[in-house]
């Protein structure tokens, strides 16, 4: 399952240089330096937490008060507007990855008109990634469009290999097919994108499959069946629709 960002919150105090309103910006940056000497932030933005920043680093939010003192790592919810404000900031920095990925580089299964597009990460040898492919029909149906990413996991030996075989048959969809009722996808090879796949997968913190992403780089889950996945959509499109009107 894709690593969720639940542990118990801590906190880390840490000494910086004396702190003035107008200094929080470099107070903050000084702290995650200190902290995180090896690890660049993805982002650091003002949070509407009051007396906090939000950080992004190695996929995971981080809130660091003002001062640079207190540092959490943990989940923070906006009770008025039921929502994770750390996984709002997340979802947009998800969505910038998986816009750099284009289609012609993913295993699209589409209805006609789908009501919604989801990015699932998948690993040929993945279980549930082959169970979710059972009931592609089912989803389509309902509405909702799938764009595979393939992203062999490591523990899965040889799963880059039989990833790239079907990425070079001449109908790449039937042989994902295939692959995922059994089929061995043979050891063709070309040039592909699965190691180019791979790293937008880690960049995104992806470790396990499959791994499913809204269009607006929500995480949704790992697997879920077709009735399942279409309200948690439906849900997701209300409250982005109750957030909008207010």
Known sequence: MFKRFLGAAFLAAFSVHAFAADDSDKAVNEAL??????TK??????SVLPGFHQAIIASQVFF???DGKYLIRGNVYDTLNRQDIGEKQLAAVRKTELDKIPLSKQLVFAPPNPKYTVTVF?????????????????YNKLGIAVNYVLYPLPMHKGADKKAAALWCAGDRNTAYTDAMNGKD?????????????TEFGKNMGVDGTPAIFSANGEH???YMPPDQ??????????????????
């Open 41 to 46: 932030p993805t982002q650091v933005v003002r």
């Open 220 to 222: 949704i889950g790992g």
């Open 64 to 66: 660091i008060s003002d």
């Open 33 to 38: 330096q200190k902290i995180f000497p090896s």
């Open 229 to 246: 996945l279409i309200q948690r959509l439906d849900q997701m499109a209300q409250h982005s629709r109750e957030l909008t009107a207010k």
């Open 185 to 197: 996808p043979g050891e063709k090879t070309c040039a592909n994108p699965v190691a180019e796949l």
């Open 122 to 138: 998948t690993d040929v040898d993945c279980p549930y990634c082959r169970e979710f492919h059972k009931k592609i029909a089912d």
